[in-house]
Nanobody, 124 residues
Framework: QVQLVESGGGLVQAGGSLRLSCVAS????????MGWFRQAPGKEREFVAG????????KATDAVKGRFTISRDNAKNTVDLQMNSLKSEDTAVYYC?????????????????WGQGTQVTVSS
């Protein structure tokens, strides 16, 4: 069984930065694509960014391109999301997820394991 634990959320002013981290248990991390999703109040959960099993390929939703960067360390079983130039519309609960496969997909049905989420609040 895989467990994902996120950290790094908090309250930040608009224009500021946060770095989210996710640590995974189990032996499948290094062979799985990973993703970050978010869910704002009253909205559906949405894909934010993803990274392939090797780290060689990444994807990000248009709303965060140029501001957010996803990275992974397979030796440490961690995946991070560096968030810069934060905006009030980035306020949400952010979830780390481990995919069924090796390539990055943007639908949440492609992800098998999920963390509990970490709150990010951006004040304007």
């Amino acid at each position: 069984q895989v467990q994902l634990v996120e950290s790094g959320g908090g309250l930040v002013q608009a224009g500021g930065s946060l770095r989210l981290s996710c640590v995974a248990s189990g032996r499948t991390f290094s062979s799985s694509a990973m993703g970050w999703f978010r869910q704002a109040p009253g909205k559906e959960r949405e894909f934010v960014a993803g990274i392939s099993w090797s780290g060689g390929s990444t994807k990000a939703t248009d709303a965060v391109k140029g501001r957010f960067t996803i990275s992974r360390d397979n030796a440490k079983n961690t995946v991070d999301l560096q968030m810069n130039s934060l905006k009030s519309e980035d306020t949400a609960v952010y979830y780390c997820a481990q995919s069924y496969g090796t390539v990055v997909l943007t639908t949440d049905g492609a992800y098998k394991y999920w963390g509990q989420g970490t709150q990010v609040t951006v004040s304007s």
